[in-house]
C-alpha cells in the first residue's frame, strides 16, 4: 500500500485543528478511519508528518570495506574466478557472484566445462555413436 503524500497529511493535521471529526476527515479526503487516525499518532509520537522508510529486511553482507577490498584484487587479478575470490573472503562462490553482479563485473565463462555439459545431456552421445559405426565407447578416463 502507497504511504499517504506528505501535503495530504498536513491537510489531516489542519483538519483536526479545526475541529473535524476523524471519520469527517476520511470521508472528505477518501481514506480510511485508521489511516486518518495514524497520520494524528505518528506526528505525536515522531513529530514528522514524513512517511517511515522502508527498513527491514536483512542487510547486505557487502560492506564498503569489503567492496573495496574486492575491487582491489580484481584490479590485481581481473581473471581470478569466483573460488579463488570466495577463498580470499572465506564466502561461498554464489555470494561472490552477487556481489560481483551488484558491481558491475561478470564472470567468463569456461568454454571445456560447457562440452562437459553437452556430453552429459546426451547430445554428445549421439554422435559418437553414429562415428564410431554404432557401438559407442567410452573413455577410458570416465568410470560409471
Known amino acids: 500500500m502507497k504511504a499517504i503524500p506528505v501535503a495530504v497529511r498536513e491537510r489531516i493535521l489542519k483538519l483536526y ?7 469527517e476527515i476520511a470521508t472528505s479526503l477518501g481514506y480510511c478511519v485508521a489511516a486518518v487516525r495514524r497520520v494524528r499518532q505518528h506526528f505525536r509520537q515522531r513529530g514528522t508528518l514524513e512517511p517511515l522508510t522502508h ?3 536483512r542487510k547486505t553482507l557487502l560492506t564498503e570495506a569489503r567492496q573495496a577490498r574486492l575491487e582491489r584484487l580484481l584490479a590485481q587479478r581481473p581473471d581470478a574466478t569466483l573460488a579463488e575470490l570466495g577463498a580470499q573472503f572465506k564466502r561461498p562462490t554464489s555470494t561472490i557472484d552477487l556481489w560481483l553482479n551488484r558491481l558491475g563485473w561478470s564472470c567468463k565463462k569456461n568454454a571445456a566445462r560447457r562440452g562437459a555439459v ?8 549421439e554422435a559418437v555413436v553414429a562415428t564410431t559405426g554404432g557401438r559407442a565407447r567410452r573413455p577410458a578416463d570416465l568410470r560409471g
Open 55 to 57: 527498513r527491514c529486511g
Open 17 to 23: 485543528e479545526q475541529g473535524k471529526d476523524t471519520r
Open 118 to 125: 553437452a556430453a552429459r545431456r546426451g547430445r554428445a552421445k
